[in-house]
């Protein structure tokens, strides 16, 4: 990654917290807020290593970033991630709720475990770092949330009740957030890839998927953080909260 030149940095100075950092979109996300001049924080759960190289890649750049270990489905990890975060940097402007896994199978297969484990992750914990940053970004009168949604969680997808519900309720989430917020000067918004090439996706391609996208091709993480960057620093983006941002090659069109 590269530095922008410093009056093209709209992060400067400012601090942003991208969950889910190590690998795929949220390490793009990473790369592409501290381009912008944030000092990111690199949230992880178990691999340390890209996390750290994450963090490499963009000091290496001049930027700065740290590597936090947390489990953001679970409350007390959050809490340490934020206060650990305010300890080192002393603000939160951006939040970036990028973690999340699968546990694909039809419904009568799916056990509790399953349904519970991406619930937890992906939609309480989207609760829980909202909830934990709101606190500063109150106090400070602005702030930028990101969620990640997802395309399943608009038209749904066979194999995926529980991802799909986590992210249909990432979306209802955003846009009540969005509105008890927006007086403060905080926004809330959504994006919503469809298949981009991840460790997530990397054993599900098929011709039957390409055949549903109208670009005809997958994404790239890049192209879901550029969204991230423009929602997270252009001041272009100020007036817009509650939306929701398909980067999906056409396959949803509302
Ligand atoms: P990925 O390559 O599998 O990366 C997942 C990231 O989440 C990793 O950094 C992982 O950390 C982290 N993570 C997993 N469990 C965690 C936990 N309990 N606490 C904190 N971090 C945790 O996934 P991805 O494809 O980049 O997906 C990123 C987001 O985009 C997800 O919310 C996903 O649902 C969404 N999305 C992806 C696609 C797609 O096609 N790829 C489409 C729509 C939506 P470790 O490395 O430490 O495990």
Redesign the pocket.
């Known amino acids: 990654m590269e530095l922008l030149p410093e009056n093209l940095q709209h992060l400067k100075d400012q601090v942003a917290v991208v ?9 793009a996300a990473a790369l592409a807020l501290a381009s912008q001049g944030a000092k990111v924080v690199v ?6 290593d ?2 750290e190289a994450t963090v490499q890649e963009i000091t290496q750049a001049g930027g700065e970033a740290i590597a936090i ?6 409350s007390v ?1 959050v809490d340490n991630l934020i206060t650990t975060t305010l300890d080192q940097f002393g603000r939160i402007d951006v939040l970036v ?6 546990k694909d199978t039809l419904l009568l297969r799916m056990k509790l475990e399953q349904w519970q484990a991406v619930i937890d ?2 939609l309480t ?1 989207v609760f829980l770092c909202t909830k934990a940053v709101s606190k500063t970004m109150l106090k400070q009168r602005s702030g930028r949330i990101i969620n ?5 969680g608009q038209m749904g997808n066979p194999g995926q009740a529980n ?1 799909s519900a986590a ?1 249909a309720g990432v979306i209802g989430f955003t846009k009540t957030v969005a509105k008890e917020l927006a007086n403060r000067g905080i926004t809330v918004n959504a994006v ?10 990397h054993d599900l391609k098929s011709d039957d998927i390409i055949n549903f996208i109208p670009l005809g091709r ?2 790239k ?1 890049e192209e ?1 953080a550029g969204v991230i960057r423009f929602l997270a620093a252009d001041p272009a983006a100020a007036y817009i909260t509650g939306q929701v941002f398909n980067v999906d090659g056409g396959m949803v069109m509302a």
Not at 69 to 74: E, G, K, N, P
């Open positions: 969950t889910g950092a190590s690998r795929g979109i949220g390490k949230n992880y759960a178990r691999s340390s890209a996390a270990q947390a489990d953001v489905s679970q990890e709720n990028n973690a999340g896994i699968t992750l992906n914990g990640i949604a997802s395309v399943a991802y992210k919503a890839p469809g298949f981009i090439e991840t460790d997530m996706t997958y994404g993480p879901v």
